[in-house]
């Protein structure tokens, strides 16, 4: 099967066949490209969620701007600090700082922080997930330091993308900034969620065709889960099935990806991480997060490791990977075509 060859009827069909129950040997044959690339290595990030203000009004997302009901944070640059401590002490060489668009977070707030982890941790990945900015933010971030930059796209269809969002938000700009985000050289991660409402497998197909040309160097993949606060409380979550068949999808079209097994996979299913391994992630995203604001970073109902300290995240993650059959990769972790 050579994915990388199809066209969009024909991945339509691929996925329309394998979504309830995905063909065992694709999940396999996944693996086994990453385990030719990656071997069996499992690269850890850790993640601090270091705000959840955000401006925007996503209709999936729980922290979004109209939701009421979220006890608001921000982490000061101190705090942000204490986590790498904490993570460095871990183990963990990759930092995520993952936000709300707040717009507290000006490019000067924000490169004074990257320029501190990067003086302080020279060894060490700085990723940024902070949303929508202009290309020149973007190359002044970089310029501070930070390695990469994680912005899934959400859905590749337009009509799709505004049944997800409030009219303000364009895919177009969306696209716009990953490719801004390519061209200024940071190792870039797109993504979508599986299952979000009004997806069909043609939409999933589209997911597929966009990643074939963006070439990201991650790609995020979880799936949808609703959350009580949002227009999408009533909503289905999205099938485990059919987010590990997407992935080993992705990982067919992107042989040297780097795929996370994410939290929103663990949150529908107790050993979805595992599963999400073995077709073919080879990420882990584990929560670095002061234990005070972890179950205020909701953007879902019902999410995992909102109670755990770092250091529980982090060894019950190594148990996981390990009594799957694979190694915790104590490395930076970055992808094989940007070492
Ligand atoms: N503000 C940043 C970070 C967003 S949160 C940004 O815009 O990129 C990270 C990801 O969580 C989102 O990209 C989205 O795909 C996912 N997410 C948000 N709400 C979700 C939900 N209800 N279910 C599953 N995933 C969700």
């Known amino acids: ?87 460095y002490n871990l183990g963990f060489r990759t930092y995520v700082l993952q936000g709300g668009e707040d717009p507290y977070f000006t490019d000067d707030i924000m490169c004074d922080i990257v320029s501190d982890i990067r003086r302080i941790y ?9 949303g929508e900015r202009s290309k020149e933010s973007y190359q002044r971030l970089y310029n501070a330091g930070a390695n990469r930059y994680l912005l899934r796209h959400e859905t590749a269809t337009d009509e799709h993308y505004s049944l997800l969002h409030p009219e303000n938000l364009l895919l177009s700009n ?17 993504g979508f969620m599986v299952g979000s409402p009004g997806q069909t497998y043609e939409m999933l197909a589209e997911d597929l065709l966009f990643l074939k040309d963006l070439q990201p160097e991650m790609v995020g993949i979880g799936p949808f889960i609703p959350h009580a606060d949002t227009p999408f409380r009533e909503e289905a979550q999205g099938s485990l099935n059919l987010t590990l068949l997407m992935v080993a999808l992705t990982r067919l079209m992107l ?54 300290e770092a250091a529980e995240c982090r060894m019950c993650i190594q148990r996981r990977i390990q009594s799957s059959g694979f190694e915790l990769s104590t490395g930076r972790g ?5 070492p």
């Open 255 to 308: 042989p040297t990806a780097l795929l996370p097994a994410t939290t929103a996979l663990g949150s529908i299913d107790p050993s979805g991480r595992e599963q999400g391994l073995k077709a073919g992630a080879n990420v882990v995203m584990p929560n670095l997060s002061p234990l005070n604001v972890r179950k205020d970073y909701s953007l879902y109902d019902n999410k995992i490791c909102t109670g755990d």
């Open 334 to 338: 970055d992808h094989i075509g940007n």
């Open 174 to 190: 969306r696209k716009q900034c990953l490719r801004d985000l390519k061209e200024i050289g940071f190792q870039t991660g797109a």
């Open 122 to 130: 020279p060894d060490c990945a700085i990723t940024l997930s902070l």
């Open 1 to 87: 099967m050579n994915i990388q060859q199809m066209n969009k009827a024909e991945l339509t069909q691929l996925i329309a066949q394998n979504a309830e129950n995905p063909d065992p040997e694709i999940l396999a044959e996944a693996r086994r490209l990453c385990d030719s690339v990656y071997g069996k290595q499992v690269f850890m990030r850790g993640l601090i969620e270091f705000t959840n203000y955000c401006k925007n009004n996503c209709y999936y997302c729980g922290i979004r701007a109209a939701n009421g009901n979220v006890h608001r944070y921000r982490l000061t640059k101190e705090d942000i600090l204490t986590c790498c401590d904490i993570g």
